[in-house]
């Protein structure tokens, strides 16, 4: 991240160590930035040279705040996100269900001086980017505010990119968005790769890119991540809401996502006697393989409705999805059989904000109708054995994909060759494991073999709390399922 930017961050995190005190959490303090951000920003296109009309209504914008100060500020901020909040496209979208959580006005009106003393419309799109994934960043790196499940490591996201290289003219879609970073990196990867001419950089800014998430905060910071990046017109690409629940009917040429982890979908009912239960949630849905309350297969066969033909998948996956019977089997055999499951990348523990995930990326394209099964050989790239990371200390970085990127071949992947960590599996080989499993590894663990060489006590610590969490995990759905059974 250039200085600039860098600085600018650390100024307005720094200030968020001041509003912690008044009991605003890292997630409320970005998402009172992103209101006031916007708002400065639509001011300074009214202005020279851009002099534009403002979308925001006269009464709610920018110079009304900075006029104000102490319990009139505080009186009209609450009025300004209240009637931004009903407003028609991305305005509605980025102040829907918005409220003022700085009860200070004294405090209130210093962020607001803090954001006015810069002018972001004269910054480059890259840096004003760069400064609001660097403030969801820190906002994710917060263990309590649980931000960090909608923020996938942005090396992870970049090195996927590379292999599936979008090309100009592509739909992209990500069901699960979280704060935008499939869709940034993809962009990103289209505008540094290609010459656009003029039409192509208009579909790249308008057609391109579409998501959606259930978590109405994070559809807020998506769309402004994405509105600060040059993405996107006066409606919003992205929209709140449960992707499982239906087709949505459009079809795209890529779909790269990290559906949020946790097994089941719940819906909360509450009986005569007023005593709250969770149930789980069944989507049935015709278009999908197999009925099941598990949220990633379920996911996973949302992605392949999602796919045009010879349409490309990226998606991240538990282990279990990989390796439970039932429903998990019969998806596993449909899709073998109805696209081209090329590849699979185990990932190492330790990437993710989220504890204890074991998790891999299986990419995959969606073929026509035939009889003759699409998959013929499925290439397992382990990046988990013997790896170890942690989210502080030893960071995963883009660096350390660069051996899968060499060995997915994303230029003509059928010239690819077998190396110590990358083996091929043909489809007469994966038909026949138990379960049609496809958690398949070869690589000894070193820490299991040599009992003086023991990993440092942190690394064993932290695997064993992580298999702890997992088989914990495990035991919970085995319950709710005897429950379910015995309903």
């Known amino acids: 991240m250039p200085n600039e930017s860098a600085a600018i961050v650390q100024r307005l995190w720094n200030y968020c160590h001041v509003l912690r005190d008044d009991g605003v959490s890292y997630g409320d303090y970005v998402e009172q930035l992103t209101y006031l951000l916007f708002l400065k920003m639509a001011d300074e296109q009214t202005k020279p040279p851009f002099n534009k009309p403002s979308t925001i209504p006269k009464d709610f914008a920018w110079p009304n705040l900075l006029s104000k100060d102490g319990d009139k500020l505080e009186t009209h901020y609450r009025r300004t996100l209240e009637a931004l909040g009903v407003e028609p496209g991305m305005l509605g979208v980025i102040f829907r269900k918005s409220q003022n959580k700085i009860q200070d006005p004294a405090k209130l009106k210093r962020l607001i001086e803090l954001i006015n003393a810069e002018t972001w419309m004269g910054m480059d799109i890259d840096v004003k980017g760069e400064i609001y994934e660097g403030l969801l960043q820190k906002n994710a790196e917060d263990v309590k505010s649980g931000a960090g499940q909608y923020f996938t490591p942005r090396p992870l996201i970049k090195a996927m990119v590379e292999v599936i290289q979008p090309q100009p003219g592509m739909t992209i879609y990500d069901p699960a968005c979280g704060t935008g970073g499939f869709l940034l990196a993809a962009h990103d990867y289209i505008a540094k790769n290609y010459p656009l001419d003029v039409e192509q950089k208009k579909f790249l800014k308008f057609n391109t890119f579409k998501g959606k998430d259930i978590v109405d905060n994070v559809v807020r910071l998506c769309v402004m991540n994405l509105y600060l990046h040059g993405i996107g017109g006066n409606e919003s690409p992205i929209e709140a809401g449960d992707a499982l629940i239906s087709d949505p009917g459009e079809r795209f040429d890529l779909v790269m996502t990290n559906p949020p982890f946790g097994k089941k979908s719940s819906i909360t009912i509450v009986n005569n006697g007023g005593k709250a239960a969770h149930e789980p949630l069944i989507y049935e849905r015709q278009d999908f ?110 660096e350390d994909l660069q051996d899968f990127i060499q060995c997915h071949h994303p230029g003509n992947r059928f010239t690819r060759r077998q190396t110590e960590r990358f083996k091929a599996f043909a489809y007469a080989e994966l038909i026949q494991r138990d379960k049609v499993s496809l958690d398949i590894f070869w690589l000894k663990d070193e820490s299991l073999e040599d009992s003086e060489n023991l990993p440092p006590p942190d690394l064993l610590a932290r695997d064993i709390t992580e298999n702890l969490e997992s088989a914990l995990e495990q035991f919970s759905t085995i319950c709710a399922d005897l429950g379910e059974n015995h309903l």
């Open 289 to 398: 393989w197999a009925t099941t309350s598990n949220k990633q297969l379920n996911f996973l066969q949302h992605v392949k409705t999602l796919l045009k033909i010879n349409g490309k998948a990226g998606i991240v996956v538990p282990d279990n999805v990989l390796f439970e019977g039932g429903a998990g089997e019969t998806i596993r055999k449909k899709l073998l059989a109805e696209c081209d499951v090329h590849t699979l990348l185990r990932l190492p523990t330790g990437v993710f904000y989220a504890q204890g995930v074991k998790a891999n990326v299986l990419f995959f394209d969606r073929k026509p109708a035939r009889e003759k099964p699409w998959t013929e050989k499925l290439w397992v790239y382990d990046l988990r054995t013997n790896m170890h990371f942690t989210l502080k200390t030893n960071p995963l970085r883009f």
